[in-house]
């Protein structure tokens, strides 16, 4: 649709003159006018309003709640004055008249509640920042007060519409450039040239108009004022909890870098929104349910932690193929070369971490704060522990992984392997002592010399004694370790067998799957690394599980011999 400056300027002159819809009161005109004059004084601002005695009501109702937290409820106009601060009380004075001049409920495509209470949550959040960040020369009762009026221009333009524009208006949660695009195409005018006209003719200070005027990424140029990269960051965070955008990593990565904020200061401002919002809801009448938001937030959560559970394994398998696809080509390569491709797959392999637990650390971060401060039982606190338990689950599998593939140095010296296995028993003795678990040992007379690696060695026995203590479920289990050469193979085999439980499928598929994949991780890195470093000593490692008898877990390594 083509619309002339002759049509805009019709448009903008009916939403002016109140067009269709309830104009401001002369007292929200006053109010106003006050707010833009610095030298009016608190004694001019308590006049005006207590010549509206509903409004004055509100206000000291609005005074004395628990979202202030004063101590003493005010009486009076003047002592509200008092006890918030002359600019406190013009903006939430502001914030009232302004409020009140729309309806409430859904009429035709336009939701009323949804847009105050994402106006509401936006404007808390936008307060948050500014106290979080404390720019210079910027108040945070302005943050919030351009922040709840950011979409005003939709309501009005909403209103002058047409009956037949009105069934198709985009009045619901869509994306703000959706609702734009819309705009200009059905009335060659979009709501935020129509709020940056009227605050203008409003008088309101230039800087709280140029939040109209800027929205996406060019409000969050650094150049920009603080007040229009705060305020469309707490826009961003809205639509994150009320719209169709799901990525919190994202939105964490923005004010990091724009605001300066760490991960846990982000996750506060949020908290501290959905902590106030009910409160103040009350007060400018808006019906607000804030443990269903946050609970709406998190059901994105969990299907952002879905998402990458499911492309974490395409993932992961292209990196173990690059990985056995290395270590195969070792043997092919020059040292140099070989050094040059372990570059190339490690650098792969950190930035597809950073890829992957930038997002899973934003959204275990906040559902941990979360669920750290709801009282025990509460419903979203334990929605928020099963997402933070997943988000921790998801990243040691990376971990895991990542050191799976990593290329590991190995210096191999001569050792008696029945010291070596009887000195881990001895480091590792209170797992045992705690399940009340009987050790037998069973080893030669003799020396037994092998060729080992004694980090790497040392770190699969440890990881043999904890599977075995973890599959022993009951007290007084038994588990017995035996070194045994054999003269005929020249290999020495050293076995650990338990009496517990059989071990998960999963574990076994690990051991016995030439094929790892991000699900063989799921129980975990130490059997699969434990055989790794087996192979590397030129060794097998081997499974047998007797369902009712327990588990016997060998490793055969090649010996120095004779025996």
């Not at 979202?67 to 002359?86: E, Y």
């Not at 709840?148 to 002058?160: A, K, N, Q, S, V």
């Not at 010291?419 to 209170?430: F, Q």
Request: aromatic content about 6%; charged content about 25%.
């Amino acid at each position: 649709m083509i619309v002339d400056n002759h049509s805009k300027t019709k448009l903008l002159k009916r939403i002016v003159e109140g067009d269709g819809f309830p104009s401001l009161s002369s007292l929200a005109v006053k109010l106003i006018e006050i707010a833009a004059d610095d030298r009016a004084s608190a004694q001019d601002l308590a006049a005006i309003i207590e010549k509206d005695p509903g409004l004055a009501t509100q206000l000291l109702k609005l005074a004395g709640s628990a979202f202030f937290a004063r101590p003493v409820p005010a009486t009076s106009i003047s002592r509200a004055v008092v006890f918030l601060g002359f600019n406190k009380v013009r903006i939430m004075a502001l914030s009232l008249s302004l409020r009140n001049i729309f309806p409430m409920g859904k009429r035709g495509a336009m939701d009323y509640d949804h847009f105050w209470k994402t106006s509401l949550y936006r404007a808390l959040i936008a307060q948050a920042f500014v106290h979080s960040v404390q720019p210079d020369n910027l108040d945070p009762e302005e943050a919030f007060v351009a922040a709840l009026i950011l979409e005003i221009g939709l309501l009005m333009l909403y209103e002058i519409s047409t009956e037949e524009m009105k069934k198709t208006f985009p009045g619901g949660n869509l994306p703000l450039e959706n609702v734009i695009a819309w705009e200009e195409e059905s009335l060659g005018i979009n709501h935020r040239e129509v709020g940056g006209f009227v605050l203008e003719r409003w008088h309101f200070s230039d800087h709280l108009i140029l939040t109209q005027s800027l929205y996406g990424a060019p409000a969050l140029e650094r150049e920009e004022p603080a007040l229009c990269r705060i305020v469309e960051l707490a826009r961003r965070m809205t639509e994150l909890v009320f719209g169709s955008a799901t990525d919190l990593h994202e939105f964490h990565q923005q004010a990091e870098s724009l605001l300066n904020l760490d991960r846990k200061a982000i996750n506060g401002v949020l908290l501290k929104a959905f902590d106030d919002v009910e409160e103040l809801a009350e007060q400018l009448r808006v019906t607000i349910d804030s443990q269903t938001d946050i609970i709406s937030l998190m059901e994105k959560a969990n299907q952002a932690l879905v998402r990458i559970n499911t492309g974490m394994d395409t993932t992961v398998q292209k990196l173990l193929d690059q990985a056995r696809q290395h270590n195969s080509s070792l043997t092919r390569m020059s040292e140099k070369m070989s050094k040059s491709r372990r570059e190339i797959l490690q650098n792969t392999l950190d930035a597809v971490a950073h890829e992957i637990r930038n997002p899973l650390l934003a959204i275990g971060g906040f559902a941990g704060r979360l669920a750290s401060t709801t009282k025990k039982g509460d419903r979203v606190g334990q929605y928020a522990q099963i997402i933070t338990d997943e988000s921790a689950r998801l990243e040691q599998i990376l971990r895991d992984i990542i050191e799976y593939s990593k290329e590991r140095e190995y210096t191999f010296v001569e050792k008696d392997i029945a010291s070596v296995v009887d000195g881990v028993l001895h480091e590792t003795e209170g797992l045992f002592h705690k399940k009340d678990i009987n050790v037998v040992r069973d080893y030669p007379n003799e020396a037994v010399l092998l060729s080992v690696d004694l980090d790497g060695i040392t770190r699969v026995l440890r990881q043999l004694f904890e599977n075995a203590v973890n599959m022993v479920e009951r007290t007084s289990g038994t588990v017995a370790v035996t070194v045994n050469p054999s003269t005929e193979t020249g290999q020495v085999c050293i076995a650990v067998s338990d009496n517990g439980r059989p071990i998960p499928h999963d574990i076994r598929e690990a051991l016995l799957s030439s094929n790892l994949s991000a699900k063989t991780f799921s129980g975990g890195l130490g059997l699969p690394m434990a055989q790794k470093i087996i192979e590397a000593h030129n060794g097998r490692m081997e499974l047998h599980v007797q369902e009712q008898k327990g588990n016997t877990i060998s490793i055969f390594l090649p010996g120095l011999g004779p025996f």
